[in-house]
């Protein structure tokens, strides 16, 4: 059974910047895609950004070119840094961990966006 914990929400001033953090617990070494996804109230859920075990990424165009995503040396964790936030960034974000052939989520980590 593989745990997915995020973590690093919190209050965000619109036009700075938000740093997240999920890792997949315990230590595995071949997770595949890990990916993150959120959620606004009224809305569906939808992607923000993947990334490979190669490290290729993948991105929302809501949030291409102000978005980064990045794994850690073990390959399980993953960091979303997302610059010049707006009031839209506004969500729950999820992560997600594809491992031995499941996908396993986090419990999300709520980030705001407000002055």
């Known amino acids: 059974q593989v745990r997915v914990v995020e973590s690093g929400g919190g209050l965000v001033q619109p036009g700075g910047s938000l740093s997240l953090s999920c890792t997949a617990s315990?230590?595995?070494?071949?997770?595949?895609?890990m990916s993150w996804y959120r959620q606004s109230p009224g809305k569906s859920r939808e992607f923000v950004s993947s990334?490979?075990?190669?490290?290729?990424?993948t991105y929302a165009d809501s949030v291409k070119g102000r978005a980064a995503i990045s794994r850690g040396d073990r390959g399980n964790t993953v960091y979303l840094q997302m610059n010049s936030v707006k009031s839209e960034d506004t969500a729950i974000y999820f992560c997600?961990?594809?491992?031995?052939?499941?996908?396993?989520w986090g419990q999300g980590t709520q980030v705001n966006v407000s002055s």
């Open positions: 997600s961990a594809y491992y031995m052939e499941r996908t396993y």
């Open positions: 990334v490979t075990n190669a490290l290729i990424p």
């Open positions: 315990p230590t595995v070494y071949n997770v595949g895609l």
